[in-house]
């Protein structure tokens, strides 16, 4: 297929967004009273694609198998700030490759910046079929906005974007057996 097939073919699962700013105006009207007006300023368009092929059966019974497969991801990892555990991307994606290859499935992620709305993730989980699903998370970034925060952006909306988009519980390994059942990997 030529690029502009393979453009045409794509455009259809686009979506324009119009992205709007509320601007009040204070006015006076003949008589001396203030009048509020409330206007819509459209600023652009943000183009949001479809979240998803047009059939997901076969997608759907492969993550069936492969969410009971895999069960949850330890929280190895320790984030000293606020003195708390969690299981960073590696131990995640540690836990859920196995069943999702499988299976048939995989995982892409990716990132995308929009002037007016900040970084987004996204993350989509692939079938051998073709078939496919798509999210996306909008990071907030401060006005830094250096390679520091956009990496620590980056990797923490992969962390919750696969385990969103893959049903993956981040566990305690402490014994607490009766709060969650499903095995720790």
């Known amino acids: 297929m030529s690029e502009e097939e393979i453009n045409a073919c794509n455009e259809h699962r686009k979506t324009y967004i119009p992205i709007t700013r509320e601007t009040k105006r204070i006015t006076e009207d003949g008589d001396g009273h203030l009048v509020e007006n ?3 300023l459209s ?3 943000e183009v949001v694609e ?3 092929s047009e059939k997901i059966d076969k997608l759907n019974a492969a993550l069936c198998k492969a969410q009971a497969a895999m069960g949850g991801v330890k929280k190895g990892s320790t984030n000293p700030f606020y003195k ?3 299981a960073d991307i590696n131990d995640c994606l540690e836990a859920c490759l196995p069943a999702l290859t499988s299976n048939g499935l ?3 992620q990716g990132n995308r910046f929009c002037s007016v709305n900040g970084y987004y993730i996204t993350t989509t989980l692939l079938h051998e079929s073709g078939q496919w699903i798509r999210s996306e998370i909008r990071m ?3 006005n830094k906005r250096d390679a520091q925060e956009i990496g620590s952006a980056c990797t923490y909306g992969r962390r919750y974007g696969l385990t969103a988009m ?3 519980a981040q566990v305690d390994d402490d014994g607490n057996a009766t709060v969650n059942e499903r095995k720790v990997k």
């Open 166 to 168: 893959v049903g993956l």
């Open 50 to 52: 479809d979240w998803k």
């Open 38 to 40: 409330i206007d819509n």
């Open 84 to 86: 708390s555990s969690y």
């Open 43 to 45: 600023k652009s368009f």
């Open 140 to 142: 907030p970034l401060t």
């Open 106 to 108: 995989s995982i892409s």
